[in-house]
């Protein structure tokens, strides 16, 4: 049974003059143990996808869903109380800014030991528990890389720089060793050695303690290298899912082709000083969407039938939604 | 944390020194004669006034007559009133702590009544209780204080006669003014029945007291709601539910402390208008306090009182205002240490 399994999960925002479709039909999947990657330019609706599995909706967002669930157990019909305790003890979110994730009146210990469930404290005793959770806070910071834990725990949000912040952020979504991690873009904007260590920890993590990771990027190559299986969302649809190294040999969908064919360390028979294939225009703003596949009027093989919405196919474990996709003759 | 306690202190002095230049113009300013404006004396005849010049070295320089000034402030010889010919260093004394209680009982209420009903309205924004409250706010916010004093005067003491109708305390009760505090008075005072002249002060103090707090409640419900949805529309509000915190864990570890450091700065400015309703209130309900004496003084164009009057008045002023920055730059963590200090 998967971890977290969501199927057309639609996410609708009402902006008070109008109700914007966000999320249209979403289906994701994480298996105990897997490292899926969640793929898609700014703007087609990752962190919220991110979001909404953490249950911290405004008012005005309108979540339904054939099938949300937490190991087997509905998230958006059980008690507020029950979600919170999953959230609690077994999925760890990262978020994608990570200062402003983190409260500027709080230093950063305490909020890290807030995160921290009380199974995993030891002692009875106020002092021995306290002695405890310090004990692992420090541990837990040592172990995403942040060395100097004494000044940094004793320091407020607005003293650190961002990937100590963002560290800290992976430390808090570790610390109470989660069955699945969430992780928005964690490693957005570090360099690459610091990136690499963050990588390394995570893709250990998953080995030894078998944790899902929901890998949320937009950095193909780190995506490429640590995750198995890979979802690519454009403008709030799902357009393709599958493993990792069949879409990365054969993408059946043209916008997952056009990204791939982007990303230069991709394409190997690249030849020198030559321009990079990209798709015409940009990603539509969530108050402009076009009907239908959205990627339609950027799309290559776009199609009069591609104003309806195209059905899910699927191939084995490999599935798309693309009326004509890469694999069957243009019509 | 000295350096910072030293650069207010500057900012304070610095303040104090300009007000105390303005209310030494003013002896120049007021359509009298600069040393009756000075002392509160009419010089009867030449003899007095030459020698109450050359006291007040009133011949020398601008710069030396100031300086004198600033050291005859600080001596505490503050001049007499032209009409009651009373130091008025004793009479400020006597109104200010008057006022200052009104408007700590005030404040009192206002933040009492104030933060609780804005973060209740604030966490419920938009729902029907919210726009009860905010209109409600809303409402009392634009209500005229003068005239809610007199509509309570109406009401409470004339119609019903339920609370009394001017000044602090009844006459039958002999208090010597010991610190200018009522409260404080009546527990020192001798030979008083103590409880009953606290119940009947207490009693005065209800309707000035309401009508004041009034209107600073409604702008501090509004200020506070606001403050409140600001701060849980932050993405630190969403990562702490994503961390599965309770919504009560949430409001009291980063909700409620993140939304009441902006305020602290507005409650400063809100102690002003407080304080000068207060003086308005003070003159409708006989209220002995520093507002009533200076409307007094206008009246009686007591000039030297009015000078002593706006010095003392705006010294409180600058004093509560740089205090609460002081506090809320020592309790702000994110405030550095070492910023420039403005109020």
């Known amino acids: 049974m998967p971890l977290l399994d969501i199927k057309n999960l639609t996410l609708e925002i009402d902006t008070g003059t109008q109700v914007i479709k966000a999320l249209d039909k979403i289906n994701l999947t994480v298996n105990s143990g897997e490292i899926r990657a969640l793929v898609g330019e700014s703007g087609s609706g990752k962190s919220l996808i991110v979001q909404a599995i953490s249950g911290a909706t405004p008012p ?16 958006l019909s059980m008690s507020e109380q029950k979600r919170r305790q999953i959230l609690r003890k077994d999925i760890g979110v990262v978020f994608q800014h990570s200062i402003a994730s983190l409260d500027p009146s709080v230093t950063l210990g305490e909020q890290l030991e807030e995160s921290l469930p009380d ?8 002092w021995q528990r306290a002695q405890s959770r310090r004990k692992v806070v420090i541990n837990t910071v040592h172990k995403v890389g942040i060395k100097d834990h004494e000044h940094y725990l004793r320091a407020y949000p607005h003293q650190i720089p961002t990937d100590i912040g963002q560290k800290l952020m992976l430390a808090m979504a570790l610390i109470s060793q989660p069955k699945m991690l969430i992780a928005d873009d964690p490693t957005r904007g570090m360099e690459t050695t610091t990136k690499v260590q963050v990588l390394k920890l995570l893709s250990r993590l998953n080995q030894t303690r078998s944790l899902g990771i929901l890998f949320v990027s937009h950095d193909l190559l780190a995506i490429a290298s640590m995750s198995h299986t890979m979802t690519v969302l454009y403008c709030g649809q799902t357009v393709e899912s599958g493993k990792m190294k069949h879409i990365r040999k054969r993408p059946l969908h043209p916008y997952t082709k056009a990204l791939m064919d982007s990303a230069p360390s991709f394409s190997k028979d690249l030849p020198p000083k030559s321009q990079l294939p990209t798709l015409a225009g940009t990603i539509p703003t969530l108050q402009h969407l076009p009907i239908g596949c959205r990627l339609g009027p950027r799309c290559p093989r776009a199609q009069r039938a591609c104003v309806n919405v195209p059905a899910v196919r699927k191939i084995h474990d490999h599935s798309y939604s693309c009326h004509f996709p890469l694999h069957r003759e243009k019509v | 944390m000295i350096r910072i306690l030293f650069r207010y202190s500057i900012l304070f002095s610095l303040t104090l020194l300009s007000l105390s230049a303005l209310s030494f113009s003013l002896i120049y300013l007021f359509p009298a004669e600069p040393v009756t404006t000075l002392t509160g004396i009419m010089p009867q005849n030449l003899m007095q006034h030459e020698a109450l010049m050359n006291q007040y070295h009133l011949n020398n320089s601008i710069i030396v007559q100031f300086a004198d000034y600033l050291s005859e402030l600080f001596a505490g010889n503050w001049g007499v009133s032209l009409i009651s010919g009373q130091p008025l260093s004793e009479e400020i004394m006597l109104a200010l702590p008057a006022t200052i209680e009104l408007s700590a009982c005030a404040m009192f209420i206002v933040i009492l009544v104030g933060i609780p009903l804005g973060c209740y309205s604030g966490l419920r924004a938009y729902s029907a209780t919210d726009f009860t409250i905010n209109s409600i706010s809303v409402t009392a916010y634009s209500v005229p204080v003068f005239w809610l004093a007199v509509l309570f005067i109406l009401t409470f003491s ?20 010991k610190t200018g505090f009522l409260m404080i008075d009546i527990l020192l005072a001798e030979n008083v029945d103590k409880a009953a002249a606290f119940s009947d002060a207490l009693l005065h103090l209800i309707l000035p007291v309401l009508s004041i707090a009034f209107i600073s409640t409604a702008s501090m419900i509004r200020i506070t709601r606001r403050s409140i949805i600001d701060v849980l529309n932050k993405p630190f509000i969403i990562a ?102 403005t109020i």
Not at chain 2, 158 to 171: A, H, K, M, T
């Open chain 1, 60 to 75: 005005n967002w309108n979540i339904t869903a054939d099938r949300m669930s937490w190991n087997g157990n509905n998230l």
């Open chain 1, 119 to 126: 199974q995993l404290i030891e002692g009875s005793w106020f």
């Open chain 2, 158 to 177: 004339l119609q019903f006669g339920w609370l009394p109708l001017s000044g602090r305390i009844n006459l039958l009760f002999d208090i010597p003014p």
């Open chain 2, 240 to 341: 702490a539910r994503s961390k599965g915190l309770s919504s009560k864990q949430i409001f009291f570890r980063h909700v409620l402390r993140n939304a009441l450091l902006p305020i602290l700065p507005l409650m400063a400015m809100q102690i002003t208008t407080l304080i000068t309703n207060a003086m308005i209130v003070e003159t409708l309900f006989s209220w002995p306090g520093i507002g009533n004496w200076l409307i007094q003084a206008i009246y009686q164009r007591d000039y030297s009182a009015l000078r002593m009057g706006m010095l003392a008045v705006s010294t409180l002023v600058v004093m509560i205002t740089i205090a609460i920055d002081l506090f809320n730059r020592l309790i702000d963590p994110s405030r550095e240490k070492y910023e420039s200090v």
